[in-house]
C-alpha cells in the first residue's frame, strides 16, 4: 500500500484493472500481477452484491493486494459499507460539482474532516489503523461530462490532499458532448481530455482514462496518463475466447 501511494504522489505509471462481474473468490488471485498496481471491484455498471463484494476484498486484504471499489453514486449509504468491508478507497462516478467532491470526502473521512461512521469487521486494520485512516483511504473522482471538466479546477482547489487520482470516463464524456459515435481521437475529445490532464498536472494529482484497448493504453500513456486503467474480467475472457474461436476457424 506504501508503494502505491508513493506512485500516486510521484505521478508514475500505475495500472489498474477491474473486476464488476465474476464473484468468485479465486479471482482477484488471478489478476495478481507484480504489474498490477490496483484493483477495482465495480458495482456501478457490474452485477456483484454485498456479500460477494465482502468476500472479494477479503481476498485482497489477504494477498496483500490494494483494491477500491467504484461506487454507484456520491450517498453515504452507497460509500461507507465498502470501507467497512476492507476497500482501499472509492471511485466515485459523475463527479461534477465542488458540493459532490467535498461530500465524498466527508463520507469516506472520520471527524472531524468527515462524518464516517466506525464500524464493520474490516474496516480498521493494522497497527494505528484509526489514526492513519484518513490520510490512507483513497479518493478517485470520476470525470464524466462537461460540466464536470468545467468545475474540476474548483473541484480539485477545494479538496485539496484529499483527491489520490481523476479517471476519465470516455464514453460518458463522449456522450456529454454529443459525440455518440464514441470517436476518442475526435479533436474536440481529445482538447476536453487534455484540458483535465493538464488541471490535473497544476495540482500534481494523478490522471488517467480508461482504455478499450492496447494501442489506447501506449496512446493514452503518450498523452500524459499516469493512471492505466484497461481491462476487466468479462473484457479479458471475451477477448481471449474471440481469438480462441478464430483459431477453431482457421484449422482446416
Known amino acids: 500500500m506504501e508503494k502505491l501511494k508513493r506512485k500516486l504522489l510521484n505521478r508514475e505509471k500505475i495500472f489498474i484493472s477491474t473486476i464488476s462481474d ?9 489478476f495478481k500481477n507484480d504489474a498490477l498496481d490496483l484493483l477495482m471491484i465495480d458495482v456501478e455498471h457490474g452485477h456483484l452484491g454485498w456479500e460477494t463484494c465482502e468476500n472479494l476484498l477479503r481476498t485482497c486484504n489477504n494477498l496483500s493486494m ?37 461530500a465524498a470526502v466527508r463520507y469516506m473521512r472520520f471527524p472531524p474532516k468527515g ?17 492513519k485512516f484518513n490520510s490512507e483511504k483513497m479518493l478517485f473522482l470520476q470525470i464524466e461530462s ?32 454529443g459525440n455518440n459515435s464514441f470517436d476518442f481521437r475526435a479533436p474536440d ?33 503518450s498523452k500524459g496518463a499516469n493512471l492505466i486503467w484497461a481491462g476487466s474480467d468479462v473484457g479479458l475472457f471475451l477477448s481471449a475466447y474471440r481469438d480462441l474461436c478464430q483459431t477453431i476457424r482457421e484449422l482446416d
Open 22 to 30: 465474476w464473484g468468485w473468490g479465486g479471482v482477484p488471485h488471478l
Open 66 to 102: 490494494p483494491v477500491i471499489v467504484r461506487v454507484v453514486d456520491t450517498e453515504y449509504h452507497l460509500m461507507s459499507k465498502y470501507l467497512d468491508m476492507g476497500a482501499d478507497g472509492l471511485l466515485v462516478p459523475r463527479v461534477e460539482t465542488v458540493e459532490q467532491a467535498l
Open 115 to 131: 462524518k464516517k461512521g466506525c464500524g464493520g469487521f474490516s474496516l480498521l486494520r493494522g497497527d494505528n489503523a484509526f489514526a
Open 146 to 177: 462537461l460540466k464536470g471538466v468545467d468545475n474540476l479546477d474548483s473541484m480539485l482547489t477545494n479538496c485539496a490532499g484529499e483527491v489520490s487520482g481523476v479517471l476519465i470516463g470516455p464514453s460518458d464524456l463522449s456522450i456529454s458532448m
Open 189 to 221: 475529445f481529445l482538447a476536453v481530455v487534455e484540458q483535465v490532464f493538464n488541471l490535473c498536472d497544476d495540482h500534481s494529482v494523478s490522471c488517467g482514462i480508461f482504455c478499450v484497448s492496447h494501442e489506447s493504453i501506449r496512446f493514452w500513456r
